[in-house]
């Protein structure tokens, strides 16, 4: 994945590569320009998007032999709302090296769907109204609107 960067006062080809954590000849192949190139400030540069750490969600890579079913057990997650949480369906198949998201340890989360209500989300969290609010700002219970807790 990447992103567009404005380069400011004093930038260098390296000095943005270590920024970003790639190469310089990786940096200069992505943009097209000569590793010796000066680039000037306001100029845009394609470089990674970096990565941040999601606080309530993990990668996993799926495995040979994985199914929804056995990862969402082993990380005691509801096997319909795994599927939910990674946009798929329950006919879909997953495959090996196939990136899904996890709930993080102590991270519970909840997918709504249509003419859900409140209670339905506290039911399944196990947790009061006020701890869902305060986690989650702005709460519509639309269809397939993701609720995080994280304890």
Not at 73 to 99: A, C, E, F, M, R
């Amino acid at each position: 994945m990447y992103t567009i960067y404005q380069v400011e006062n004093g930038d260098t080809l390296a000095s943005v590569a270590s920024k970003f954590g790639i190469t310089v000849n990786d940096l200069s192949n992505l943009n097209g320009i000569m590793v010796g190139s000066i680039l000037s400030p306001g100029d845009f540069i394609v470089v990674p998007k970096m990565y941040m750490e999601n606080p309530y969600f993990k990668e996993y890579t799926v495995k040979k032999g994985d199914n929804v079913y056995e990862i969402a057990k082993k990380y005691n997650v509801n096997p319909s709302q795994l599927l939910k949480l990674n946009g798929l369906n329950n006919t879909d198949i997953i495959y090996p090296n196939q990136k899904i998201m996890i709930p993080r340890n102590n991270v519970s989360f909840y997918i709504t769907e249509m003419d859900d209500t409140l209670n339905n989300v506290i039911k399944d969290l196990k947790v009061s109204a006020n701890e869902i609010a305060k986690q989650n700002p702005t709460i519509y219970l639309t269809n397939d609107q993701l609720i995080v807790y994280k304890k």
